[in-house]
Every structure is written in C-alpha cells, then in structure tokens.
C-alpha cells in the first residue's frame, strides 16, 4: 500500500525527479495550497486589518477565516487562543520570552526532555538563564521511551514550566504527553506542547490534550513556509505582555500611554502573513480531504516496509524503537564505518533525498553515543518503489565504500 494515487496532487513530483524521503524536514506542497497562496495575492492583496476599503475588507477577512480554520483543525475554544508565528521556532520563542522571563525566578525550575528539538530546548536554557531557574532533564531509555514515574518524580512543587514534543524528529517516537500534562497541572505548571512533528499526521483535540501552550509549523503539513501556529490557553495568553511591539498590536498610542489590541492581535506584531495563512488554512483542507485515516494507514504501512528491510542490513543501527510501529513514519540509522554525511551522499548519487546530520537535537544524540545519524522520514505520498530503492541503495553503501564484510 503507497501513495502513488495522491502525487499527481504535488506539482513538484511532475518536474523534481529525486526521491524526497526528508518529509520530517518539511512537506511538499498540493497544488490546492499554491493556488490559495497564489490566489490570495492575485485577488486580494492588500495589507489586512488596516484598512477600511474593499480589498483590505476581503484581506482581512481571508486571514481571520484562516485562524478560524487552525481552531477547528485543533479543536480550540476561541480564535483568541490561535496566534499566527512564522514558525515552531517562533511559537515556542513567544512563550519563554513573554511567559517565561515573566513567571519564572530563581530555583524555579523547568522540565524538559532531552529528546527535544533545539527550538524546544535553548528557549528554556535562556529562560533558566536569565531568570535563576533550573533546567531539569527528562531521559528515556535507549528506545526513546519515557518512563511515567520518571515524569512523576521529576515534576515538583517547584516546576513552573515543562515542555515535551509530542513526537521525536529523530527517534519517531510518540512520548507521554498527556501523562506530562497532566501532572504538571497537579503542582500548578503549566505545560508546552511541540507539535511540529505531530500535527501533519494526527488528529489534535486540545480541549482533550489540555496543554496550556501548543506549537506547530505550516510547512510540515503541506502548508507554506513562513506561517506558524501558536496556541495558548486565553487566560494565559491575556496575562502575558507582548512579544514584540509596533503596529497591528495595539489600539492606541499616546506620548505617555499604550493600550495593546486583544488577543490574538496583541502578539501579532507587523504586517502579517496572510497568504502563508490562507495558504495553510487550504492545507488543513487538503488534510481533511485526504483524511488521517488515509494518510497513516499508508504510512504504517510504508514505515514497515522499510523498517523490516533495514533490520536485515548487516552493520546498520536503527535509532529508537525496536519495532516499525515506535517509528510514527521517521527512521534514523548509522552505518558502521560509514559517515552519515557519506551515507546521504551516497543516496542522493542514486536520486534519493535523506537528511544526515545531528537534526537539531544535540543533547539526545549525545546520550545515545552518536555524533550524527541519517534519518528516513517519509509522508503518505510516498511509494512502495521509493523505499525499496531507498533501501537497495543502503544496503550497497558499505561494500561501495570499499568494506567486504
Ligand atoms: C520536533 C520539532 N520541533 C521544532 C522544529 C522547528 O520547526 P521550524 O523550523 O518550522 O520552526 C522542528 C523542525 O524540524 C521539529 O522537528
């Protein structure tokens, strides 16, 4: 089972020939986004929420009917609680700078996870940094796996703030979010969610989830570049100053005096992206369409594919999970001897795109012993011929290296 009857959807697959297998990295885009980008700045564009002729009307009115769609697509109470960002990066960015340096002081502390992305990780450090408090990290075992009462014992009255993603760029992992959550709303925290990794491939209630912050990015689900979500709880966010200042966030300003605009505008500084938005707002219904059933029914099934063939290469490591269902569409592996730098090389000489490096996450390569791996990560548009030639290609790198065992 494969993807083959979604990719005339992706105009890319008609001109780019390669094998895109770096999905984790970002997604390719339908056609149905391009054109709702596009045609955002053919029919409508001029600089919304600012003026009051037609153009500007309708401008606005595409914006807000796309924050009204990310609500739905996540199941918030409000469009107050849906701040558009460019990214994850900056979403969780807002949240440490203007919750964090605002509610935390020292011997606070901070929980967070080692498995976490850098965009998940330094906002905290610098928090911890500059308010006194401390960071306290989370470990899994060698499978990326979090023990609950490791959770348990780490959150304490003391901890104001812990942050996990919701599943692992690099292991695939799925981690105990809701377990996080919920106990670190028993010692008064609050918690982040980054969702970067999970929104493109499941279904995210956050009246259920309960997280008080959430972060995601438009790009690693089909949408634009450039357009990020943050959702937070109302009362939070109405508590939290801005993140930045200047136009667009505020009702009015005098010599002496400054009355910032309502949520969700407060943090929604400058000129907005409101073609990302409408582009992302047609991605969530490109989801819809297609459906997560769909979507992970195909990439299970893909997954295992290529995790049952990696098994059997001799001197090739997966990272994490021991079995293709741990995985949630992403396999990182290092070859003995090989660098995965070569590694990627190697492939992309055969038409295949992977990525190899550290993948943002320094501490969780660290702890497992490694300085760089290569990482498969795949989408439902992918095909049963891809992995197969993504893994004949792998299983050749050693003995093309010059290795004869
Ligand atoms: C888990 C996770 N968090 C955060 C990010 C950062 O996303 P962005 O670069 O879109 O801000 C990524 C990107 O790869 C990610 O995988």
């Given amino acids: ?8 959807d992706f105009p890319i697959f008609e001109i780019e020939k390669s094998m895109y297998l770096d999905n984790a990295a970002t997604s390719q885009k339908p056609k149905c986004v391009l054109e709702a980008e596009y045609g955002f700045y053919e029919k409508m ?8 002729y037609p153009l500007s009307v309708e401008a606005t009115k595409a914006y807000e009917d796309a924050r009204e769609k990310v609500r739905g697509f996540i199941n918030a109470a409000s469009v107050k609680e849906i701040i558009f960002t460019r990214n994850t990066t900056e979403s969780i960015n807002l949240i440490a700078y203007s919750y964090g340096l605002n509610n935390l002081c020292r011997n606070d502390e901070i929980v967070v996870s080692i498995t976490e992305h850098h965009s998940n990780l330094l906002p905290w450090r610098m928090v911890a940094d500059r308010t006194g408090a401390k960071i306290k990290y989370l470990y899994p075992n060698k499978e990326g796996e979090f023990d609950p009462a490791a959770i348990d014992e780490a959150i304490t009255e003391r901890t104001k703030i812990a942050a996990m993603g919701q599943v692992s760029n690099v292991l695939g992992s799925l981690n105990p979010i809701d377990h996080l959550i919920k ?3 028993e010692v008064g925290g609050v918690a982040v969610i980054d969702a970067a990794q ?7 209630d956050v009246k259920k989830m309960n997280p008080d912050f959430l972060a995601f990015s438009g790009h690693k689900m089909f949408g634009p570049m450039g357009i990020g979500v943050l959702y937070g709880r109302k009362e939070l966010l109405e508590a939290m100053p801005p993140f930045m200042e200047g136009g667009e966030m505020v009702d009015i300003v005098r010599f002496d005096y400054t009355k910032y605009s309502e949520l969700p505008h407060k943090f929604e500084a400058g000129t907005v992206n409101a073609g990302g938005a409408v582009g992302l707002s047609a991605a969530i219904d490109y989801i819809n369409k297609v459906g997560f059933d769909t979507m992970n029914e195909i990439e299970e099934s ?7 063939a990696m098994k059997n290469i001799p001197h090739l490591h997966i990272l994490g999970g021991d079995s293709a269902e741990k995985h949630h569409g992403i396999i990182s ?3 003995d001897d090989v660098h995965p730098h070569d590694v990627s090389a190697i492939l992309e000489a055969d038409g295949i795109d992977v990525r190899a490096g550290h993948h943002c996450a320094g501490p969780l390569l660290e702890f497992l012993g490694v300085n760089s791996a290569t990482r498969l ?15 004949k290609s792998v299983a050749s790198i050693r003995e093309r290296m010059g290795f004869n065992d």
Avoid at 1 to 8: E, L, P, Q, V, Y
Avoid at 302 to 308: H, I, N, S
């Fill in 1 to 8: 089972m494969d993807g083959k009857a979604f990719r005339a």
């Fill in 183 to 185: 106990r670190v709303h």
């Fill in 302 to 308: 893909l997954t295992k594919r290529a995790f049952e």
């Fill in 45 to 52: 564009n001029a600089n919304p929420l600012r003026g009051f």
């Fill in 198 to 204: 999970s929104a493109p491939h499941m279904a995210i």
């Fill in 377 to 391: 990560s795949l989408m439902f548009y992918n095909t049963e011929e891809e992995i197969d030639a993504f893994t």
């Fill in 333 to 335: 592996f290092t070859l």
